[in-house]
């Protein structure tokens, strides 16, 4: 298994559908991050967890809401989002919460469309 | 403000050739610490590099290689005999130790075509 693992690696949704992202990582890591890339923007950092606590909330929109059930585990939900969330989303993780000397390793993301 | 600057948006060369990517940063700590990451079409954001604010010792690893000045602020880095596996966009990243929740914040990156 690689490091950082997500699904799906693309998603088309309409603006009233609901769907979900997953990312799992296989590294025993205790934080995990989600990311917001899109065109022409340096990467947006929007949800951390730290041992399954959510500890940043970075003023994302409450259509995306992000799970976190187990250390290995992330998932972000979305539901009503709008044409401009189309980007590609990607997870991370690293070893302990609070570190920003940590490295953090990315999923191979997912990139998402909204019609 | 943008606290990572990569001044080249896109750099073209041809197979073998020296390319070097500049990475200009800013901050008020005096501990952080400064990343490249590798973005490849696939589109996963590869670690390649780590450095503490107290090391400005210059790093080799294969062909890439880094250059740490404080003094002037800059993590440049240089890939050597390039190929076109290289082709990719590259990351340079800061994370300041004021900042507790590990946040990493990126340049806009820039992209490195490889021609054979």
């Known amino acids: 298994e690689t490091g950082v693992t997500q699904t799906p690696r693309h998603l088309v949704m309409g603006m009233t559908n609901k769907k979900s992202l997953k990312c799992e990582q296989h590294?025993?890591?205790?934080?995990m991050y989600w990311y917001k890339q899109s065109a022409k923007k340096p990467l947006e950092l929007m949800f951390v967890?730290?041992?399954?606590?959510?500890?940043e909330n970075n003023s994302v929109p409450s259509r995306f809401s992000p799970e976190c059930p187990n250390s290995s585990h992330l998932f972000l939900h979305l539901h009503t989002l709008q044409p401009e969330d189309s980007a590609l989303y990607l997870c991370a993780s690293s070893q302990d919460y609070g570190g920003s000397t940590d490295t953090q390793y990315f999923g191979p993301g997912t990139r998402l469309t909204v019609l | 403000a943008q606290k990572v600057t990569q001044a080249q948006t896109e750099i073209s060369v041809v197979e073998k050739e020296d390319v070097t990517l500049d990475c200009v940063y800013e901050?008020?700590?005096?501990?952080?610490?400064l990343f490249w990451y590798k973005q490849p079409p696939s589109g996963e954001l590869v670690f390649l590099i780590r450095?503490?604010?107290?090391?400005?010792q210059n790093e080799i690893s294969g062909r890439y290689s880094w250059n740490f000045q404080k003094s002037t602020s800059s993590f440049n880095f240089t890939i050597t005999a390039s190929q076109v596996v290289d082709s990719a966009v590259y990351f340079c990243a800061l994370s300041e130790t004021t900042d507790s929740w590990g946040k990493l914040q990126f340049g806009a990156g820039t992209q490195v075509v490889v021609t054979p």
């Open positions: 450095r503490n604010s107290f090391d400005e």
């Open positions: 590294l025993g890591h205790n934080a």
């Open positions: 901050t008020r700590d005096t501990t952080y610490y």
């Open positions: 967890y730290s041992l399954e606590e959510r500890v």
